[in-house]
C-alpha cells in the first residue's frame, strides 16, 4: 500500500521569522520610549533641584549673581569696585551661608611651586601645613594651600598678595582671610583668636604702634611683621591690597619704591621693596585712610621671633604640668572639639595665679628659608632645621594627646602612650 504524504505546516517558517522580527522592534521601540521618558524625568527633576537653594548652601539658586559678570577679573592688576554690594547680594542668595558670617575665617598659606632645593624642605613645609590644618580642624577653620603663583611677578614675600585677592572673590561667605607663612607654626593649638577686640578694623597684624607710627627719624622695617595677618572680606581691604600690591613687582615705579623704602628704614637688608616694609610706609604715610582700620596687635604673639622663643620650650612645658598637676580640670581627658574651652579655662587660671610663662600663639621662623635653604647668614641652618622640628613636635604634642600619645623628646618624632591622669600619673 502506498505510503501517505505528510501534512503541510499550517503556518509558513517566512510568517513566523516575520512575526518575530515585528515583536522584537516593537520591543526595542518600547524600551527607547520609555529611556526617553525617563531621561526627560530625571533631568528635569534633578535640574529642579539644581536650581533651588538646599538648606545646606551646596546648589546655589539660578538669580545672576557678581560671578555671571563677564568684566569679573581675579587679577590683582584689575582693582575690585562695589566689592561689599556684590557681596552682601551673595550673601542674600544664600542665607544658609549667611548665618554665622561675621565669625568665619579662612586660613590661607602657601609655598613655592618647584619642588624645595634644601634636602629636608620639602619634609618640613608637609608637618608645617599639617601644624595649620590641626590648628584650623580644632577651631572650625577652613584653609586653603596655595603652591602657585598667581601672578608671574608676584613670587616670594609678594605671592601672598594675589592669593588673598582671589581668596575673597572666591569665598564671599568669609569674613576674615588670614594669611599665615609657611614658615609659621602654631604652637599653642588651645588659643582662640579674640576677634571681639578687632570689631571696628579691617586688618590686624602683629606690630607695635609707636615703631610703625613713631621715631619718623629712625623707622625700622621690623616695625611689624606681615608673616601672620587678617585681613577682612570688604572694599576696603580690596583697595589696600590693590594700593599695597603698586609698591611690588607689578609696578612701573618698582625700583624707585626700593630706593624710597631703603632711604626710609635705615635697617633694610636689601634694596628692592618687600611687603612688609611696604606695608609699615602705606601705615604711616596714610594713616587716616589705612592706619584707623589697622590693628596693630602686641599682647599677644600673633607670630613670635623663634630666636627668642624655641629655648625655652621644655621650661614651658614643665610649667604647664605643674599647672595641670595642681588643678585637675585642666589635665582631665576630653574630645579634640573641647580644646578650645579649655584652652579658656586655662587662662582663667593663669590670670588668677599670675602665671607669666605662656606658650606663643604662632613661632615664625623668620629667616630660616626652610624650603630653598637660603637662611639668613646670621643663622645656622642646622639649628633653623632642628629647632623647627621641635617647635612642630611641641605644638603637635597639644594635638596628638588628645588621641592618648605624645612626643617625650621634642628632638624626636617618636610618640609614646601616655597614662591615664597624665601629669600626676607621669610618663617617667
Excluded at 85 to 98: N, T, Y
Excluded at 128 to 144: E, P, S, T
Excluded at 355 to 374: D, L, M, S
Aim: glycine share 6%; hydrophobic share 35%.
Amino acid at each position: 500500500m502506498a505510503k501517505p504524504n505528510p501534512r503541510k505546516k499550517p503556518c509558513p517558517d517566512g510568517l513566523l521569522l516575520l512575526g518575530a522580527t515585528l515583536f522584537v522592534l516593537l520591543l526595542l521601540w518600547t524600551l527607547c520610549s520609555t529611556r526617553f521618558h525617563l531621561t526627560l524625568f530625571f533631568h528635569s527633576y534633578f535640574s529642579g533641584r539644581i536650581n533651588k537653594t538646599s538648606s545646606d548652601g551646596l546648589p546655589g539658586p539660578p538669580d545672576r549673581t557678581f560671578y555671571d559678570d563677564p568684566e569679573l577679573s581675579y587679577s590683582i592688576e584689575k582693582p575690585m569696585k562695589n566689592w561689599d554690594e556684590k557681596r552682601r547680594k551673595w550673601l542674600q542668595l544664600h542665607p544658609s551661608l549667611a548665618a554665622g558670617v561675621q565669625d568665619r575665617i579662612l586660613l590661607v598659606t602657601g609655598s613655592q611651586p618647584s619642588p624645595c632645593k634644601n634636602r629636608i624642605g620639602d619634609h618640613l613645609l608637609l608637618r608645617a601645613f599639617k601644624n595649620k590644618v590641626d590648628y584650623c580642624r580644632i577651631h572650625g577653620h577652613d584653609i586653603l594651600y596655595s603652591n602657585a603663583h598667581l601672578h608671574p611677578k608676584m613670587d616670594s614675600y609678594w605671592a601672598k598678595l594675589p592669593i588673598i585677592r582671589a581668596s575673597m572673590v572666591a569665598h564671599p561667605e568669609i569674613e576674615w582671610v588670614w594669611w599665615v607663612d609657611a614658615d609659621a607654626i602654631f604652637t599653642d593649638m588651645e588659643f582662640k583668636l579674640p576677634m571681639e577686640k578687632y570689631k571696628n578694623h579691617n586688618l590686624v597684624v602683629h606690630g607695635w604702634p609707636n615703631m610703625v607710627y613713631g621715631d619718623k627719624e629712625n623707622k625700622s622695617w621690623t616695625g611689624l611683621n606681615a608673616g601672620s595677618l587678617l585681613i577682612r572680606n570688604c572694599q576696603w581691604s580690596m583697595d589696600m591690597i590693590n594700593e599695597w600690591a603698586k609698591m611690588g613687582p607689578i609696578s612701573e615705579n618698582y625700583e624707585n619704591w626700593g630706593k624710597i623704602l631703603k632711604s626710609t628704614f635705615m635697617d633694610k637688608p636689601f634694596p628692592l621693596p618687600d611687603d612688609q616694609s611696604s606695608l609699615i610706609y602705606k601705615l604711616f604715610t596714610e594713616k587716616e585712610r589705612w592706619g584707623e582700620k589697622t590693628y596693630l596687635e602686641w599682647e599677644y604673639e600673633l607670630e613670635a621671633y623663634w630666636v627668642g622663643v624655641v629655648e625655652g620650650y621644655e621650661e614651658v612645658r614643665e610649667e604647664y604640668k605643674e599647672m595641670e598637676e595642681e588643678e585637675g580640670g585642666l589635665r582631665r581627658r576630653h574630645a579634640e572639639k573641647e580644646s578650645a574651652w579649655y584652652g579658656g579655662k586655662r587662662e582663667e587660671y593663669m590670670r588668677r595665679k599670675g602665671v607669666r610663662k605662656k606658650r606663643a600663639f604662632v613661632t615664625h621662623f623668620t629667616g630660616c628659608q626652610p624650603c630653598n635653604g637660603e637662611h639668613n647668614p646670621s643663622y645656622d641652618g642646622e639649628k633653623c632645621w632642628k629647632e623647627m622640628e621641635r617647635a612642630l613636635n611641641f605644638g603637635d604634642n597639644q594635638v596628638i594627646r588628645n588621641y592618648g600619645f605624645i612626643h617625650r623628646d621634642l628632638h624626636s618624632s617618636a610618640v609614646s602612650l601616655l597614662p591615664y591622669d597624665y601629669p600626676w600619673f607621669d610618663l617617667y
